[in-house]
């Protein structure tokens, strides 16, 4: 059973920063590829960033990339997402979620966390 908690979200100012962690509860989290996706009011849940099993490699939404920065403790089995010039497109239900798939793969998430809200005001 995977369970996933994500923190850290909160209410920011544009141009700000959050770094948002996910706490994984698993046997072994290197078994997992990770990702953050995020789901604005009204909108459909859009991917935001992978990383796989060993923190060797990362992939990014085009919106995001150059902004965000996906990392993994593996010693911790905690995902993080550090959010940089937040703008306020970025508000959001932030989620992190486990593939045993490829962590390319965004349709092959299938552990999800409640999530965390993030609110960029302007």
């Known amino acids: 059973q995977v369970q996933l908690v994500e923190s850290g979200g909160g209410l920011v100012q544009a141009g700000g920063s959050l770094r948002l962690s996910c706490a994984c509860s698993v046997r072994t989290f290197t078994t997992y590829g990770m990702g953050w996706f995020r789901q604005a009011p009204g909108k459909e849940r859009e991917f935001v960033a992978a990383?796989?099993?060993?923190?060797?490699?990362?992939y990014y939404a085009d919106s995001v990339k150059g902004r965000f920065t996906i990392s993994r403790d593996n010693t911790k089995n905690t995902l993080y997402l550090r959010m940089n010039s937040l703008k306020p497109e970025d508000t959001a239900i932030y989620y992190c979620a486990a593939t045993v798939k490829s962590y390319r793969d965004s349709g092959g998430y299938n552990y999800w966390g409640q999530g965390t809200q993030v609110t960029v005001s302007s």
């Open positions: 990383i796989s099993q060993w923190d060797t490699n990362t």
